[in-house]
């Protein structure tokens, strides 16, 4: 590079960077950077990585891209960025790209026990069919299986939910977002009727308070952490208070740091509703008109099998309490029970069922959850004072029952990823709604989003086992019917029977009820707790695994083809973010190779199967729906071609490529701008896939409160994405808040106006007792949920606790992120964190490598005992970025039995010297 | 070469001695000053990424920095294709993913 260009290239550097800044820059150093950038295209986009959703610039060259910034136009981070979304421009050049399609061969032909080879795209999907065929035809519907992901864009999760549920009429598809948003989005339905958070990021700049409940927010939403601390700094009335089971950076700026045991956040919560109600500062006015109480059963389980057929031994004693559980004198006290009663599960069916109760009832279930018996349950650090930790916890009360202080709560997977998660996320809801502290700028409980687009994609879409897009789910007949109606399918082609959660896949490969399974945008081989069975299962057993992939993964390695996908800027595509906001961006640069995304995959594979191949009579066993046969889902060829449809219509042409969908035509002379799309290119059929399957898409929610606006609008220049409902061209900030959101009914004031589970039967404490339902239209409900145990423990064994998560470097598995060299340098192995104490009792010290192990596995690790994340004595952390050290093998696959998400932070581990 | 547009913030009254040291680093220049509110814009040129982010670390070290903070990348002259996984795992049989024998004892 010269130096003339060199020079005028840093004006541009430093023009972009105050911009963002809002330093004004002088005029000459303007025109100089635009002069500089004069063959460097700029064009807006988002970045790749978590739930915050920043607003980059992406500046290509030549086919390539030359350079990122933050857009200083975006209202979620104004210009700036962390160091992830700094090295956006650099994930897709990665050495070990994946160009060609890869299948593991013996002797010309694939052979599951093979080597990789570099095969054909026709190769691939002629065994891919083949393979499916064999499958399809032997075990129907439920046989085959999509693992999907909170990271697909818009209209890949589309395509695929499309495919899955009404080309091949199967329910077997969920995302990873089942491991990060599930109890969440449970916890919506269950207390509003309906998905995603009332507020939006703006709740951070009008706030007198922030209370992070298990979110370490400064390194896994570092800018929303930006502007929390910008807030805290300007304002010195402000306060932060950090609830977690360990010191982390998040702490480093808190008012207050709350250290408590795992699992006790349940107890916590119901101190805090008791200290409401004692000190009379139930917002009555508030709570008369818009909530009812509710509550449901206690014995459901923990989301393991009901059999220990599959166990290593070392797991049945945990597996056994599935069955029945021994309450200890903690929840005896708290379930206003006897310790040592033997309690059967009996609910571990029916978890998500509840019903009314009075708030006399409500008050005698919290009453048991006193400071002193809350403190001395939940005191997380056994070095700290315990009036130290009773002190606190009265602070914490006092902040939020405040009247003159607006609070907002955010979690993440701390309250999500738990054994009752569904519960402590009803229960932030709870202490908001007592107080009338919700749906109100700088006041209320705001669920943050882990992934990109798990609000835009997986949720929004229905990319899950039980759901259909827009809050629609699969077992309601009315919702059902909608859909076949927009999709112009015939009446009951859709299978009404919920299918496989993404753990339940991974059990299905292992005992053979699933024998097809389809990888797209996520690593779920190490992803997923107890990876050694399911590793063991795909390798093993007799099935067919395919990966889409840019990168070799472990999943990749595992599979028995590998398709080379199309990473972010590659593609056209849409995010949806943790407030609503949905953004989109063009196509920057081709993808390398044969690489192609994963909408083209999925409209290929569709082109090789027939209506006669699909919409014949399905076995799906369990099946017991009205208007069905136990056991099967009838033909509906007969109705299809009724409606115009001959059987040998391809799946390609009647639910993707059909008449209406084809008038979107490519090349589009409305918002390419140039740019190509090299889907729509390699298709060669005229039409604009993305554009027509989006805006198909959206007239699930056009008038059902989840409105989006049209492609186009997404693409306008001064547009940075748009907050749904989008009304009349306006975006919705505050939902179910009369002044902010149109849906609600004149005059409400406020109107929980979502729809599902809005009737229900009222009983006691213990169960309901009256069947009659009452209608709880345009409520909200305060549910009490008792605190229970973890079921897995430290013992005389394995004696310390082990937790995972994330660290602010590395993005999940690292398959993007490593392939920086200074993210990778930065944080270049997992270590696990450890007291200095702990670890000199067992002999290591600092760098030390130990064996860590747990009943389902054994890893090896650097010891650390300093640095970001400071723990408790019997407490450990270890991030699950690394695949060379596996922490998947030693997790525990309990799940919140409602929302079935893993619970990836309470394992009980023993550590001793390698 | 690595162009990145770097914003540092130290309290308003340590703007002035901040230019000065961050004038002396190598590879940097200061452009934009708000001394008002403490914010100085610069530039940080650096061969390779793994420079650059020494770089950052270097200014982030220096006493008073309140925020330094990467905002703009140019990065069309570093042809650098970055490694992969580390080499351990790029071959067939791959411990991380065997299933360890004591578990089929």
Known sequence: ?914 | MNISGILVVVASERVEAMVTQLNQMDGIDVHHIDAATGRIVITQEAETISDEVDGLKRIRALPGIILAEMSYHNFEDDTELLEGIPAELEGEDLDSVKVPGFLNE
């Open chain 1, 1 to 914: 590079m010269d130096v003339t260009r060199r020079e005028f290239l840093k004006t541009s550097a430093a023009a972009a960077t105050a911009t963002a800044a809002g330093i004004t820059v002088p005029a000459t150093a303007l025109a100089q950077s635009q002069e500089a950038e004069a063959d460097v295209q700029w064009d807006k986009s988002v970045c790749r990585f978590c739930g915050t959703g920043c607003g980059i610039m992406v500046g290509t060259r030549d086919g390539r891209i030359v350079a990122t910034k933050g857009d200083p136009d975006a209202p979620v981070n104004k210009g700036l960025n962390c160091i992830k979304g700094y090295f956006n421009g650099k994930i897709v050049y990665g050495k070990d790209r994946l160009t060609r399609p890869l299948m593991r061969m013996k002797d010309g032909k694939f052979d599951k026990q093979g080597k990789f080879q570099a095969v054909s795209w026709e190769q691939a999907f002629d065994e891919m069919e083949k393979q499916f065929r064999k499958t399809y035809s032997e075990m129907g519907p439920h046989g085959v299986a999509i693992f999907g992901s909170g990271q697909y864009t818009i209209p890949e999760g589309y395509v695929s939910a499309k495919l899955m549920k009404a080309g091949f009429r199967s329910n077997n598809i969920d995302p990873n977002a089942r491991h990060c948003m599930a109890s969440a989005v449970v916890a919506f339905i269950q207390t509003f009727g309906i998905d995603e958070p009332a507020g939006n990021y703006d709740d951070i700049e009008h706030t007198d308070a922030v209370v992070t409940w298990g979110a370490n927010m400064a390194e896994c939403h570092p800018i929303l952490w930006a502007r929390v601390s910008d807030r805290r700094l300007t304002n010195d009335n402000v306060k932060l208070v950090n609830l977690t089971t360990m010191s982390n950076q998040t702490s480093d700026i808190a008012d207050t740091e709350i250290i408590f045991k795992p699992g006790t956040d349940l107890a916590i919560q119901n101190y805090l509703l008791r200290e409401i109600i004692r000190r009379d500062a139930v917002n009555q006015a508030f709570v008369d008109k818009h909530c009812v109480f509710a509550t449901g059963p206690y014995d459901i389980g923990y989301g393991m099998r009901a059999t220990d057929k599959f166990c290593y031994d070392a797991e049945k004693d945990i597996q056994a309490k599935e069955l029945k559980v021994t309450l200890d004198k903690d929840e005896a006290i708290a379930q206003r029970k006897k310790a040592g009663e033997v309690v059967e599960q009996n609910n571990t069916k029916k978890p998500v069922k509840h019903w009314l109760i009075g708030f006399e009832d409500f008050k005698k279930a919290v009453e048991p959850y006193t400071l002193d018996f809350v403190a001395e349950l939940s005191r997380g650090d056994p070095d700290e004072d315990l009036e130290s930790h009773k002190a606190k916890l009265k602070a914490l009360a006092d902040l939020y029952v405040d009247q003159d202080r607006k609070v907002t709560s955010f979690w993440t997977m701390g309250f999500n990823q738990h054994y009752r998660g569904s519960w402590v996320n009803e229960q932030i809801y709870a202490i908001h709604l007592l107080l009338g502290k919700q749906c109100m700028p700088g006041n209320g409980a705001f669920s943050l989003t882990g992934q990109p687009s798990a609000c835009g994609t997986a949720r929004e879409v229905g990319t899950f086992a039980h759901r259909l897009p827009a809050d629609l789910v699969v077992f309601n007949p009315k919702h059902r019917a909608f859909s076949e109606e927009l999709w112009k399918l015939p009446p009951k082609t859709l299978n009404p029977k919920v299918g496989s959660h993404i753990t339940k896949i991974m059990r299905d490969l292992e005992d053979g009820n699933v024998k097809w399974a389809w990888v797209q945008v996520n690593n779920p081989f190490q992803a997923t707790a107890n990876a050694n069975h399911w590793i063991s299962a795909a390798r093993n057993m007799d099935n067919f695994i395919v990966v889409s992939d840019p990168y070799p993964t472990v999943s990749a390695k595992v599979a028995d083809l590998i398709l080379p996908t199309a990473m972010i800027f590659e593609k056209w595509g849409l995010y949806g973010n943790a407030e609503r906001r949905t953004q989109a961006w063009r196509q920057q640069v081709a993808p390398p190779g044969e690489a192609m995304g994963d909408v083209w995959q999925g409209l290929e594979f569709a082109k090789r199967f027939k209506l006669k191949d699909v919409w014949g009579e399905q076995p799906i066993p369990g099946l017991k729906a009205e208007g069905f046969e136990d056991g099967k889902l009838p033909s509906v060829l007969a109705e299809a071609q009724k409606m115009g449809y001959s059987p040998e219509d391809t799946l390609y042409d009647v639910l993707f490529a059909n008449a209406e969908n084809r008038k979107v035509k490519w090349p589009d002379n409305t918002v390419s701008k140039g740019h190509g799309n090299h889907i729509a290119e390699k298709l060669g059929d005229g039409w604009f896939p993305e554009k027509a399957l989006f805006n198909e898409y959206r007239q699930f929610g056009v008038g059902h409160q989840h409105d989006l606006a049209e492609f186009d609008v997404y693409y306008g220049d001064k547009v940075r994405g748009l907050k749904w409902p989008v009304v009349n061209g306006k975006e919705t900030q505050w939902r179910f808040n009369e002044k902010y959101d149109p849906y609600c009914a004149k005059g409400s004031g406020f109107d929980f106006y979502g729809k599902a589970l809005k009737a229900l039967p009222s009983g006691d404490l213990d169960k309901p007792t009256n069947p009659e339902k009452t209608s709880l239209a345009g409520k909200a409900k305060i549910f009490f949920r008792p605190y229970a145990a973890p079921p897995e423990k430290p013992d005389n064994n394995y004696d310390l606790w082990l937790n995972t998560g994330r660290v602010l470097e590395h993005w999940h598995t690292g398959t993007m992120t490593r392939r920086v060299p200074e993210l990778h340098r930065a944080v270049p192995t997992a270590v696990i964190f450890m007291h200095p104490d702990d670890a000199s009792k067992r002999g290591l010290k600092r760098n030390d490598v130990a064996w860590l192990e747990s009943r389902r596995g054994k890893i090896k690790a650097v010891v650390e005992t300093q640095g970001r994340n400071r723990m408790p004595r019997g407490y450990t952390f270890i991030p699950f970025f690394d695949e060379s050290v596996f922490v998947n093998k030693l997790c525990l696959d309990v799940t919140c039995p409602m929302s079935k998400e893993t619970d990836f932070k309470k394992a009980a581990v023993k550590v001793y010297k390698a």
